[in-house]
C-alpha cells in the first residue's frame, strides 16, 4: 500500500515538472489582468494542442502561434481556457505593443466558427 502511495507521489511530481519545463519558454507567469487592454492589438491565431489540466478542473491548457504569416510564427500557451477548440482552429491573440511574445487568448470571432463548419462540412460531401 505504502508503495502504491510513493509511486503515485512520484508520478504526480514528474508529471508536474515535465510541464513545468516543457513550457517554460513562454511561462512569464503574467495575466491580462495585470495590464491596460490598450496595450494590446488583435492578431489572428492557430490552435496547435489544447490539453486537459490535472491541475485546474474542468479546463484547458491551450497551446498556440500567432503572426501566421511569418516563416517561423511565435508560440503561446493560455492555462484555464474553457473554450474547447480543435487543432488547427483559429481565434483572435490579444498581443502586447510593446512586447510582441507577450500574448494572451483573446476571443473566438464567430466568422472563423462558420469556416471551419463550412470546411468540415466539404470534407464529408
Same mark, same amino acid.
Given at each position: 500500500?505504502?508503495?502504491?502511495?510513493?509511486?503515485?507521489? #512520484?508520478?504526480?511530481?514528474?508529471?508536474?515538472?515535465?510541464?513545468?519545463?516543457?513550457?517554460?519558454?513562454?511561462?512569464?507567469?503574467?495575466?491580462?489582468?495585470?495590464?491596460? !487592454?490598450?496595450?494590446?492589438?488583435?492578431?489572428?491565431?492557430?490552435?496547435?494542442?489544447?490539453?486537459?489540466?490535472?491541475?485546474?478542473?474542468?479546463?484547458?491548457?491551450? #497551446?498556440?502561434?500567432?503572426?501566421?504569416?511569418?516563416?517561423? !510564427?511565435?508560440?503561446?500557451?493560455?492555462?484555464?481556457?474553457?473554450?474547447?477548440?480543435?487543432?488547427?482552429?483559429?481565434?483572435?491573440?490579444?498581443?502586447?505593443?510593446?512586447?510582441?511574445?507577450?500574448?494572451?487568448?483573446?476571443?473566438?470571432? !464567430?466568422? #472563423?466558427?462558420?469556416?471551419?463548419?463550412?470546411?468540415?462540412?466539404?470534407?464529408?460531401?
Amino acid at each position: 500500500m505504502t508503495k502504491r502511495i510513493l509511486t503515485l507521489i #512520484f508520478l504526480i511530481i514528474a508529471g508536474n515538472s515535465f510541464l513545468s519545463c516543457s513550457n517554460s519558454k513562454n511561462n512569464k507567469g503574467l495575466k491580462y489582468e495585470y495590464y491596460d !487592454p490598450e496595450e494590446f492589438y488583435a492578431v489572428i491565431g492557430r490552435v496547435k494542442k489544447n490539453r486537459f489540466s490535472y491541475q485546474l478542473p474542468r479546463t484547458n491548457i491551450l #497551446f498556440y502561434e500567432y503572426f501566421l504569416e511569418k516563416e517561423k !510564427p511565435l508560440e503561446g500557451y493560455e492555462k484555464g481556457i474553457r473554450v474547447s477548440l480543435k487543432k488547427g482552429e483559429k481565434f483572435i491573440v490579444l498581443v502586447h505593443k510593446k512586447d510582441s511574445t507577450i500574448s494572451f487568448f483573446g476571443y473566438v470571432d !464567430p466568422r #472563423f466558427r462558420k469556416e471551419s463548419f463550412e470546411e468540415a462540412r466539404k470534407k464529408s460531401e
